[in-house]
């Protein structure tokens, strides 16, 4: 028997470092957390041993044999005050007449027994119970990654034709439970091509856009999100569009981004060369005051500060955005480069102030787009813009969802996805206990 340890930030890294290392039979004989992680012992033909013989506790035995008998006497106790009192309650409650044969008792009170307080519940350290939380935790990740593993080897066996649209799928880089949704509407289709066509369309209609242009609608519009994700550039290029368009006179820029170095000289350079004005916004300073005197331009395009999730001058920014009066079209700017974990973060972040849509940026870099577009659809988030280059404001374009599909597919990951990687994508989906797969 080869036994070995492994460590792991999470559960799921481990089971893989022990996948890879002793194969798909090993077994998990041991499991505790460290600091930084989890360790997980691992043996590759282990033989569970024969449990130890149970050592009898005759104490314990002999308290439970107690504990029995006063509950029989209890029970024997009530039944025969019940019998006692079955007459009596009888020609009360159901307006019975006394006879010879049932004569009348007179009832006697009996005091009840007064409850006798609990006995103190000895302190359980809370250590305890963080370790207990711990293995639960454990034991479920283990089961989930197991199951998944399961259900896709099952799926390939019994149907090898969604399987392989689930590989197509995740190639694309379309979350789990998208990829179901899809798949589900796709069920009757038994031609391989026609199936794909038609989960294609169907993820082009899952697609939301503006059926008016942003710009065109006119407003206050605030381009929201983390630091990176090309927030600036956009408004250049959202702000160059509407000048060519309808001249300098009914737009003007604010910016409320006062923490990174060189950003309100980089948007005065902008309003110079556009012939727009433009107003800064300290922090502290009310958003409603700034934005009083440009009330009558028909576009206000506020370029915000991206900050952490944790950043206090966060929450203060997003309660200006969303403050009554404003009125402002808030756009998360999400760059389609950046992980999933990131783009979901983003998202929990800023939805506070009220999202109108997303702008997707980056195009030209990505090397996939299947999970923003995840994003976008679970959370019905309206793509307003696309932006594939740095050239204002020729790279800034509108959307259109079957050409978003089609770059979607082209730019998808070449290589199939790993057994280990559809195994972990399926055992997501087993947090969702509405739904299976298959």
């Known amino acids: 028997m080869q036994v070995k340890r492994f460590f792991a930030a999470d559960m799921r890294q481990a089971m893989k470092l022990v996948r890879d290392e002793l194969g798909a039979d090993a077994a998990i004989i041991g499991n505790r957390r460290i600091a930084g992680g989890v360790e997980l012992t691992a043996a590759l033909d282990y033989t569970p041993q024969a449990l130890a013989p149970r050592v009898p506790n005759m104490e314990l035995e002999d308290e439970l044999r107690k504990t029995a008998s006063r509950i029989v006497s209890a029970q024997a106790e ?37 409850p006798v307080a609990p006995a103190p519940a000895a302190a359980v350290d809370a250590r305890v119970f963080d370790s207990m939380r711990f293995e639960l935790n454990g034991l479920r990740e283990l089961l989930e990654v197991q199951l998944g593993s399961l259900a896709w080897s099952q799926l390939q066996g019994s149907k090898p034709q969604q399987a392989n649209l689930w590989r197509r799928l995740q190639r694309i880089g379309l979350s789990g439970p998208l990829s179901r949704d899809l ?81 309100q000289e980089q948007l005065k350079t902008l309003g110079r060369i556009l012939n727009v004005s433009v107003t800064h916004v300290d922090p502290g300073q009310s958003l409603a005051n700034a934005l009083d005197p440009l009330l009558r331009k028909r576009v206000v395009l506020i370029d915000t500060a991206g900050l952490q999730a944790s950043d206090p001058a966060l929450r203060m920014q997003l309660e200006s955005l969303a403050g009554r009066g404003i009125k402002s079209k808030n756009y998360l700017v ?103 797969v298959g």
């Open 78 to 114: 009530l039944s025969m005050r019940g019998d006692s009192d079955a007459t009596t309650n009888r020609q009360l409650f159901a307006g019975l007449p006394l006879t010879a044969a049932e004569p009348l008792v007179e009832p006697t009170f009996v005091e009840p027994p007064r």
């Open 183 to 263: 798949l589900a509407l796709t069920t009757e289709i038994e031609e391989p091509r026609q199936a794909w066509r038609m989960l294609l369309a169907h993820l082009a209609r899952m697609i939301v856009t503006p059926e008016i242009e942003p710009l065109e609608e006119g407003g206050v519009i605030a381009m929201v999100g983390p630091a990176g994700m090309g927030k600036t550039t956009t408004l250049a290029k959202l702000a160059a569009r509407y000048v060519l368009k309808y001249g300098a006179q009914n737009i003007a820029l604010v910016s409320m981004d006062s923490y990174r170095i060189g950003a």
């Open 334 to 436: 999400l760059a389609t480069t950046s992980q999933k974990q990131v783009l979901t973060a983003a998202y929990h972040s800023y939805k506070r102030c009220g999202l109108a849509g997303c702008i997707l940026t980056k195009l030209d870099e990505t090397a996939s787009l299947g999970e923003v577009l995840s994003l976008a659809i679970s959370h019905e988030l309206p793509v307003a813009y696309l932006t594939d280059g740095p050239r204002i404001p020729d790279d800034l374009h509108l959307p259109r969802r079957h050409q978003l599909v089609s770059r979607a597919v082209s730019v998808q990951m070449q290589e199939e996805p790993s057994e280990e990687a559809m195994a972990d994508m399926f055992a997501d989906l087993y947090h969702n206990p509405a739904k299976r």
